[in-house]
């Protein structure tokens, strides 16, 4: 669809970059991102008005954390069914504002509307940044390091759960529903990153982590080589009580928002350091690598990544 | 619910204006709207998905086009029912790009989501303006004069042929029904106007007028009398053929996208000269009084205006 609009003479990021940026002056672009939180594909079974609403907030802050920018504003625009009731709004404008307030943004518009059936969010969020420090999807060099600020697959377990009815230990729910719930966007480690300058390209991961690496690929025109896939405990166990493949769960999944980068190797230990120090960790995955392939080493065996993405799941209305 | 949100110490403008603005420098402001339109109280019968979609845009533009700010980048989300095809949103595409071209803005990112049953369009824009040139709801005083930049209850009248069956001849029919396919915004107007200085207050009447100079009334702390209500003659026409109220059709309508401002008498004349220059017109109807009334003298009888807005209208999805 994006061919059929005309291009804006001051567009500074290509459409399909995890945010969009405009020219303010010299030295600063404005920064806007636009996402949309609907009931049928985004809120699980269980989740709470006041979650869906802090969801909203969230997917849209991932992307701005993935290139390195604070967001200062928050407008939602909410179209909701006609049975809820004020108190289910009042439920909405609160898990709106807890996400702004989270993320060190404010909630300064928006609009509400009627809609038939189903329950639709859109934030759009808004922030400036020095225009040297945006981070792109299109920088990674062959030779850079390619990591990740977290864990993959507890999501993908935790809707395996909720939407297939697969069971388990009541300790395990407890681990792998927390970030369906409650997701977290990576906005702390997203500012430390881009405030080192050795982050040569970055992507959030709510499509999946091998889309992630997918995107990044097709930017930078580059490969990876993984050598590791950091899972959780809980998620191998969730795995092996249920015979299912912990590397499909962990690449393969979705709306997980961790920030997927690549950093020049020879500023590793300080972008370790910065992300640390802002509370976060990263750990290393792999390489860059001049071929177009993306590629997991497991043992002896060699996994072919597929470039294929989170499906956001679909319930009856 | 706005009072449940913690307020932003760089907010300009008070929740519930047209726009909300952030301070970028010390000259200058960010503006941001985000406003939906949703297939069942937005999109009438026989709109076309191109009309919508440049619709969605359209009723954005208004909101900068009554601050007096020139929208320069949009962002939209779309939510879609399954049923739709490529060619659908392709037009959907199309026409957010026409409406954004003839207001001289770009598209500029967004996404694309699937939801159960109803189209939902958000469009979110972003403009730069200058902090004293931005006009407020909050300036009217009394002995300003009041004055709109166009006729009222077209949009009634259409609506009426089209939701409640009422007929009329095809020639009146096409005129009442084009500014519901295809409503203007009035932009160059409302840039004409705050380049002048002279607007004390400024409102998009997409409530309906009644409703808008009650939202003027309410911010400025004011009141208004009327002593003319600007109706095309197809409106009276029309009003006449189904013993309908022209002035009802006028004052309690909505989907019409007319400014409504009040304007510093002495600058009157500078005014009309200005938004004459940029191809529009203004007329005045009345003037800014202190008394927290709104009344409309027509011949020797004296209308008291009601604080009702415009209420979308509801299909059967």
Request: aromatic letters at 6%; proline letters at 5%; charged letters at 25%.
């Amino acid at each position: 669809m994006t061919d059929l609009l005309e291009k804006a003479p001051t567009r500074f990021l290509p459409i399909g970059d995890d945010v969009s940026a405009l020219e303010l002056d010299q030295d600063r672009l404005a920064v806007v991102k636009s996402d949309t939180l609907v009931g049928k594909t985004d809120v699980p079974p269980g989740m709470s008005l006041w979650q869906a609403a802090r969801k909203a907030v969230v997917i849209n802050v991932s992307d701005f954390a993935a290139k390195g920018v604070q967001p200062l504003a928050i407008l939602a625009s909410l179209a909701f069914p006609p049975h809820l009731r004020k108190e289910d709004l009042e439920q909405i404008a609160r898990g709106l504002g807890a996400g702004a307030a989270e993320y060190g943004a404010y909630v300064i518009g928006g609009d509400t509307n009627e809609t038939a059936v189903d329950l639709v969010i859109t934030c759009s969020l808004f922030g400036i940044c020095r225009k040297d420090e945006l981070i792109k999807r299109s920088g990674a060099k062959p030779g850079d390091l390619v990591a990740v600020t977290g864990t993959f697959g507890e999501v993908s377990a935790g809707l395996k759960i909720l939407l297939e009815n697969l069971d388990a230990p009541a300790r395990l729910k407890e681990k792998l529903l927390a970030p369906v719930y409650m997701p977290n966007a990576r906005l702390r480690e997203g500012l430390a990153l881009a405030e080192t300058g050795l982050v040569t390209a970055s992507i959030d991961s709510s499509d999946g982590l091998a889309w992630s690496l997918y995107e990044l690929s097709e930017a930078s025109g580059v490969g990876f080589s993984l050598t590791s896939l950091p899972t959780s405990s809980e998620v191998q166990e969730f795995a092996r009580m249920h015979g299912l493949d912990v590397h499909e769960l962990a690449l393969y999944g979705g709306e997980e928002f961790e920030l997927v980068v690549t950093v020049n190797p020879e500023g590793w230990s300080q972008v370790r350091r910065a992300v640390e120090k802002a509370g976060g960790s990263i750990l290393q995955i792999g390489r860059v690598v001049e071929e177009r392939e993306m590629t997991l080493k497991v043992g002896k065996e060699l996994i072919m990544l597929e470039p294929k993405g989170f499906q956001h799941f679909s319930q009856a209305p």
